[in-house]
């Protein structure tokens, strides 16, 4: 909105009827000079003598004030508008939206995670093929991809060669760690599953140290222990415990964290130009042709609706869980590079943190999980340490002095 300021500059009295009066000697007829009123967004007339009046319009009314500028002999009328910024008061407004947008996105996340889990964990219990399922999951990720960039919802990117043999490791192990947890999910709980994978720190504080250097505070190795501990109390009274479920959970904790330390490793320098949602897919496009002659061979074509039905499996359900369940996966991997985006890395893995938290409730009410006393100590003991080593990760150890 904006406000008038209206400068007028006579001191002298001008005659009651300026018709009568027909001869000024201040201003003689033929040396006065015209008056101009321009629009009122910033131009300025032609100025008369001395004295200078300001009024400020404001949201309260007119306010006379003395004019800032000093006296000064002028010729006319001054006519001035001044604007108030429109950007006024947007501040707390665009903070507000900012923080409104980022609890939608961690709200997303957390959604996301809920029904992938749930519909993931029923795909594979009805059908058990998992490298099958994985294939699958990629393969809706690589449409919705390529559907993102035909329609310019995302930027399309120029990948060179160069950068795709850069990516391919990543990708690699990105398969793998997808593969690994979607074996667990088939062989034991939900919860469980999540519960191992809450070891994630441990991997990754050992990887950091061997390949980047990176040895961890006496905070962090401090944090490890009651996840270690955790997840060994929950593992020794985990109802649906078994080692083929146990294995597959700690293999997708090692090759997710190798695919951490790779991307800290070969990409800093090489892939500079490509942002968290650009490289992720590619990696899903990638992973769908790395994992597919691998499926064919391994576990054949058992997704036809000819050999679900033969083996009495309700094909439209299996069907439609599987599309439910692959959406969700991608997009909550979307959303999770997009909130990393707003936010720093230790609140992402707080709300990562929280995020495990309330996938194994809600898969523990769900699927009505047996959880024992000493089991449920466990999982909370475990869960506590994560979020003790997101915060203290953060510690920077004290320069040595020289």
């Known amino acids: ?3 008038t300021a209206i400068s007028f500059s006579p001191s002298i009295s001008l005659p009651k009827n300026p018709h009568k009066s027909r001869f000024n000697p201040l201003f003689p007829q033929s040396a006065r000079p015209p008056l101009h009123f321009n629009s009122l967004n910033g131009s300025a007339a032609r100025k008369i003598n001395p004295i200078r009046c300001s009024a400020n319009l404001n949201r309260d009314g007119w306010i006379s004030v003395p004019s800032p500028v000093p006296e000064r002999e002028t010729e006319g009328v001054e006519v001035r508008a001044t604007s108030v910024p429109e950007t006024a008061g947007e501040a707390p407004k665009s903070k507000l939206t900012e923080t409104l947008v980022l609890g939608s996105l961690f709200g997303l996340w957390y959604l996301f995670n809920i029904y992938f889990n749930i519909y993931n964990k029923q795909v594979l219990k009805a059908f058990h093929y998992p490298v099958t399922v994985t294939l699958a999951q990629f393969a809706v990720g690589t449409v919705v991809v390529i559907l993102m960039w035909t329609l310019n919802l995302y930027k399309r990117p120029k990948i060179s060669g160069a950068q795709l043999v850069a990516i391919l490791p990543l990708a690699m192990v990105h398969t793998l760690g997808n593969l690994f947890t979607n074996m667990s999910l088939g062989k034991v709980a939900v919860s469980f599953t999540h519960t191992i994978k809450a070891m994630e720190p441990f991997f990754s504080v050992v990887l950091s140290a061997m390949f980047l250097g990176e ?18 109390l929950a593992s020794m009274t985990e109802a649906s415990f078994n080692w083929a479920g146990f294995w ?8 997710n964290q190798s695919r ?12 500079e130009s490509l942002d968290n949602i650009t490289l992720f897919s590619i990696i899903t496009i990638m992973s769908f042709f790395l994992l597919a002659p ?4 391994t ?3 058992k997704f036809t609706p000819t050999y679900l039905e033969a083996a009495g499996v309700n094909v439209n359900q299996l069907y439609t869980r599987s599309l439910i369940a692959a959406l969700c996966f991608h997009a909550y991997q979307q959303v999770s590079y997009m909130i990393l985006q707003r936010v720093s890395p230790v609140t992402h893995s707080v709300g990562n943190c929280v995020k495990r938290v309330v996938v194994i409730v809600t898969s523990v009410l769900f699927f009505r999980t047996p959880v024992s006393p000493i089991n449920g100590l466990g999982t909370g003991v475990a869960l506590a340490g994560v979020f003790l080593y997101s915060r203290v990760k953060r510690i920077k150890p004290k320069a040595k002095a020289e």
């Open 260 to 271: 951490n330390v790779l991307s800290k490793k070969f990409m800093v320098r090489k892939e």
């Open 294 to 297: 691998y499926a064919f061979f």
């Open 215 to 232: 040895f961890p505070t006496i905070w962090v190795l401090s944090s490890l222990v009651p996840i270690v501990g955790g997840v060994g």
């Open 248 to 255: 597959s959970a700690m293999a997708s904790n090692l090759t």
């Open 299 to 301: 576990e054949g074509v």
């Open 1 to 3: 909105m904006q406000s």
